[in-house]
């Protein structure tokens, strides 16, 4: 099977990223509409000195992806995560669909920070790669 169910309306995909803790770094995931609604996505992160992410706000019409860009200063070693907040919307503009949570799901991306991570490496964000490694696995 390609998609958990869970996974059905947002598919995100690497769903932990980790980072060196004296350099810091960059992580690249990607956000995919399965669903046959527009959605409207949020993005909070447990830790807003450390981390920065891109965008912040998004809306997804069906079938299509958006890369969601984690970046993490130099810090301590600890695990933070990133919660990606998402749900069905007819608004024109994300952030105006979340004046209201009802209806909202989450999802969770884990950011671990490590003395021993000698460099972040950004996944791949083609959908045909990710997909064919998915089904390769399969």
């Not at 920065?52 to 299509?64: F, I, M, W």
Request: charged share 25%; aromatic share 6%; with cysteine.
């Amino acid at each position: 099977m390609l998609y958990d169910f869970d996974d059905h309306n947002l598919f995100i995909t690497p769903k932990i990223a980790y980072f060196p803790t004296a350099m810091g770094g960059a992580s690249r995931h990607m956000m995919v509409n399965g669903s046959s609604h527009r959605i409207a996505v949020k993005i909070k992160c447990s830790d807003n000195e450390l981390f920065r992410v891109s965008p912040v706000y998004t809306l997804l019409e069906p079938g299509n992806a958006q890369r969601l860009q984690i970046v993490r200063d130099p810090g301590p070693a600890k695990t933070d995560k990133i919660v990606v907040i998402y749900k069905t919307t007819c608004a024109s503009s994300a952030r105006d669909a979340f004046e209201c949570d009802l209806g909202a799901e989450r999802k969770v991306i884990a950011l671990i920070a490590k003395e021993d991570v000698t460099m972040s490496i950004a996944p791949t964000t083609n959908l045909k790669s990710i997909l064919r490694q998915n089904v390769q696995k399969c």
